[in-house]
Structure formats: structure tokens, C-alpha cells
């Protein structure tokens, strides 16, 4: 079983450049989340699903969008990228409601020049 | 603000010592569980609790929940170096949304 797959593993961008955070998962889990990490911060919560077709946003959604594609894939774009947005961005899966757990991608590390 | 508290941040002990940390929630949850960051790597989950006054043990790691199910702990007894890394709780409310709410982890580090 692969998991959650995320792609790409590390990316360097420049200020105001877009790109897209590709996230799939195989387990069929309902809900999908993208958090993202920095230093002393914990893990916070960009934006989440709870089912296709379906998004909400979480604790720093500003600067950023996503896209339930179907029930296995959820995207995160930069459409503009900043210098305060490099950090490592998690993508998560769980079944809502029930155990046992969320699992989580490996993380994208990006870094906003 | 910060939905979910957890102390300390950082934790540095010797190979062998207790370690512990706390999670605080403002709020009541239906559950709460715990993962673990290894340095470079992924939150891996560790555990759920439900039930209030729950207390379940892995081999040296004893995850304990409070009677108002707003609190919780992590006790791993005897560290080892394999220990190291970030430990995070993460609460959920129970809504059908399924969210987290995250703790900012306690870095343990373990010395030889």
C-alpha cells in the first residue's frame, strides 16, 4: 500500500510564481487535509475535506486554494507565492469519525525566494 | 487561538529517565490521539483515545485521558535514543468534518 503520496518532495519557488502541491491517497478515506510545519509551530491547518466535493477552510487558508478532484486526490495551489509561505506542507487522510488515525504524506519542502 | 495546548515544548532527558507531556483542550473532545515525528519525517500515528479516563499502554509508552476527556498525557518510561523526535496530540470535537486540532508537539531530545 503506498498511502498518501505527495508530489513533489522539495521545490524552490520564486516570489509570485504558482504552483500546485499533488496529494492522493489509496486507502478510499473520506476526509483529506493539508497542513503545513514551521519551526516551533506545530502542524497547522491549511484547508480540509471532509468528502468530494467538499472544502473548508482551516487556520491559515490565506494565499492559498484547493481542489477535491475526486475521492483520492486533493491539490493545494500557490497562486502567488510568498517568501512567508516556505515551510513543509503535510497532506493528510482519515477516515472521518473513526479510527485509527490520520496518515500523512512524506511533505513537501518548499522554499519561496 | 490556540485550540489545543501542549507542554513542554522542548524535553531534554538521558538515556533512561521518564519522560511526559501534556495536552490541554479548551474544549471537551470525543476523542483525542497522538503521533510521532521522527527529525525529517512524517507525523506517524501512535494512538487513540475515547473513552474519559481512558489509559492504554504500548510496551514503555503509557497515553492517558482525563475524566472531562479535555486533557491528556504521554508517559514514556526509561527513554531510548530511539525515542527521539516530536510528540503531537491532536483533538477531535467528533463533528462529522472529521478536522484535527493539533498541539505543537514536544520535541524530546535523548542523550546516550
Known amino acids: 500500500n503506498a498511502g498518501v503520496t505527495q508530489t513533489p518532495k522539495f521545490q524552490v519557488l520564486k516570489t509570485g510564481q504558482s504552483m500546485t502541491l499533488q496529494c492522493a491517497q489509496d486507502m478510499n478515506h473520506n476526509s483529506m487535509y493539508w497542513y503545513r510545519q514551521d519551526p516551533g509551530m506545530g502542524l497547522r491547518l491549511i484547508y480540509y475535506?471532509?468528502?468530494?466535493?467538499?472544502?473548508d477552510k482551516g487556520e491559515v487558508p490565506n494565499g492559498y486554494n484547493v481542489s477535491r478532484l475526486n475521492k483520492r486526490e486533493f491539490s493545494l495551489r500557490l497562486e502567488s507565492a510568498a517568501p512567508s509561505q516556505t515551510s513543509v506542507y503535510f497532506c493528510?487522510?482519515?477516515?472521518?469519525?473513526?479510527?485509527?488515525?490520520?496518515?500523512f504524506g512524506q511533505g513537501t519542502r518548499l522554499t519561496v525566494v | 487561538g490556540q485550540q489545543v495546548m501542549q507542554i513542554p515544548q522542548y524535553q531534554h532527558v538521558q538515556e533512561g529517565e521518564d519522560f511526559t507531556t501534556y495536552c490541554n483542550s479548551s474544549?471537551?473532545?470525543?476523542?483525542i490521539q497522538w503521533y510521532k515525528q521522527r527529525p525529517g519525517g512524517h507525523p506517524v500515528f501512535l494512538i487513540q483515545?475515547?473513552?474519559?479516563?481512558e489509559v492504554k499502554k504500548q510496551k514503555r509508552l503509557t497515553f492517558q485521558f482525563g475524566e472531562a476527556k479535555k486533557n491528556s498525557s504521554l508517559h514514556i518510561t526509561a527513554t531510548q535514543t530511539t525515542d527521539v523526535g516530536t510528540y503531537f496530540c491532536?483533538?477531535?470535537?467528533?463533528?462529522?468534518?472529521?478536522?484535527?486540532?493539533f498541539g505543537r508537539g514536544t520535541q524530546l531530545t535523548v542523550w546516550p
Open positions: 493528510a487522510s482519515s477516515e472521518t469519525g473513526r479510527g485509527p488515525g490520520a496518515f
Open positions: 475535506s471532509a468528502s468530494e466535493g467538499t472544502t
Open positions: 474544549t471537551t473532545l470525543s476523542n
Open positions: 483515545l475515547v473513552k474519559s479516563g
Open positions: 491532536a483533538g477531535d470535537r467528533g463533528s462529522t468534518l472529521g478536522r484535527l486540532y
